[in-house]
């Protein structure tokens, strides 16, 4: 390159006015080049730039990379191929606790209120007439007393027409208080 | 995304999603480290990839995001200065000028430190990966023109550093002649 286009590129470019082009034509200039001293000072700029370019992962990233890729694809095939079976066990643990509390619901509906306590049919039977027994016997007494009363009450003599006239008295004074009492008000 | 379209169109940018890790974090295991993670990362979701628009862009705010987010979540210190292999192999070098190149680099090195986190993935995105300033501006989510106004600032902070850099090795020279 003349060092007049060099010149003029290199104002373009503190300008920002070049071109991708030229400024590629700048880096292979200065780093293929012997430098003219003239542009010793700016020349390192375009040297650094040029081998930055060549900044490179290290030759071990791919396989590191790759590594943790597979382990990464490993965990979501087991994950892949273990989800239908999850999702059966959990259908099936699903209808077994729906039958479970199904099957103990009919047993507690179907529970006995009176339990049967005796094994031989005969001692029930007994025990049963025996507790009739004393039900009866029982009444028996209640009936007799009651009759007993009735009697003794009978044995009083007591004058009931009387007892009605003075009820019918004590009604009539109240009658008359009350007839009383309106006239007053009326007054 | 298939796992063949991942491989075919995710990891060949690899080595440019790293390039820009390193030009914000400057450590090449922490760089190929977040570059890993990242690549993971879009492995995990690479059914959502193909819904993308813009892909590469896509890698690059996804690796860009993940750097600044370690650089601030370990406090990172830059001092590392990008070893200078490549100044070494130029043929006309003496071990006189790589001395003088591998100042001059580091000079580089801690201008572009002083620009903004915009300023210097712009730069990068343009000097190393050659990309317009179209691209960039998708890239880094901005407008075209804070892209042309950060790469000016870039360029011209560099190029003074170099001015200054030059002018004080002349004044040096001229002193130890005049002292003679």
């Known amino acids: 390159?003349?060092?007049?286009?060099?010149?003029?590129?290199?104002?373009?470019y503190w300008n920002c006015e070049t071109s991708l082009e030229e400024e590629q034509l700048l880096?292979?200039?200065?780093?293929?080049?012997?430098?003219?001293?003239?542009?010793k000072n700016v020349a390192p700029l375009f040297l650094y730039t040029h081998n930055e370019q060549k900044e490179k992962l290290s030759d071990s990233f791919d396989e590191k990379l790759n590594q943790k890729i597979e382990e990464r694809q490993k965990k979501y095939i087991t994950i892949?191929?273990?989800?239908?079976?999850l999702k059966i066990a959990a259908m099936v643990a699903f209808i077994l606790a729906l039958s479970f509390s199904g099957l103990f619901w009919i047993n507690s509906t179907k529970k006995q209120h009176f339990a049967e306590t005796y094994n031989d049919p005969l001692a029930a039977y007994k025990e049963a007439t025996l507790a009739l027994d004393k039900l009866s016997l029982a009444l028996q007494k209640s009936e007799k007393a009651s009759l007993e009363t009735l009697?003794?009450?009978?044995?009083?003599?007591v004058d009931w027409d009387f007892i009605d006239s003075l009820n019918m008295e004590i009604y009539k004074n109240e009658e008359e208080i009350e007839l009383k009492e309106e006239q007053n008000l009326k007054l | 995304m298939s796992t063949e379209r991942f491989h075919e169109i995710v990891l060949p940018l690899k080595d440019k999603l790293y390039r820009h890790?390193?030009?914000?974090?400057?450590d090449r295991s922490e760089a190929e480290d977040i570059i890993q993670d990242v690549l993971l990362k879009l492995w995990d979701k690479k059914k959502e990839l193909s819904q993308i628009e813009n892909l590469e862009a896509y890698c690059y705010r996804a690796t860009r995001n993940l750097t600044l987010d370690r650089l601030s979540m370990k406090s990172f210190r830059k001092t590392e200065t990008l070893d200078m292999k490549s100044f070494e192999l130029t043929e006309t070098t003496t071990p006189q000028t790589l001395f003088e190149n591998k100042e001059t680099a580091s000079i580089i090195e801690q201008c572009i430190d002083e620009l903004s986190e915009t300023q210097k993935s712009v730069?990068?995105?343009?000097?190393m990966e050659g990309m317009s300033y179209k691209e960039i501006a998708e890239t880094l989510d901005l407008s075209q023109d804070i892209v042309k106004v950060s790469l000016f600032r870039a360029r011209n902070n560099i190029k003074s550093a170099l001015l200054k850099k030059d002018s004080f090795i002349?004044?040096?020279k001229y002193g130890k002649r005049t002292n003679r």
Do not use: C, H, T, W
């Not at chain 1, 880096?27 to 542009?39: A, G, H, I, K, T």
């Not at chain 1, 003794?152 to 003599?157: A, H, P, T, V």
């Not at chain 2, 730069?123 to 000097?127: A, I, K, P």
């Open chain 1, 1 to 12: 390159m003349e060092r007049e286009q060099i010149d003029k590129l290199l104002g373009k």
């Open chain 1, 27 to 39: 880096q292979q200039f200065f780093s293929e080049n012997v430098v003219p001293d003239n542009y």
């Open chain 1, 80 to 85: 892949k191929l273990f989800a239908p079976a």
């Open chain 1, 151 to 157: 009697v003794q009450l009978n044995e009083l003599n």
């Open chain 2, 21 to 26: 890790a390193l030009s914000i974090i400057r």
């Open chain 2, 123 to 127: 730069f990068q995105l343009r000097e």
């Open chain 2, 170 to 172: 002349k004044e040096n």
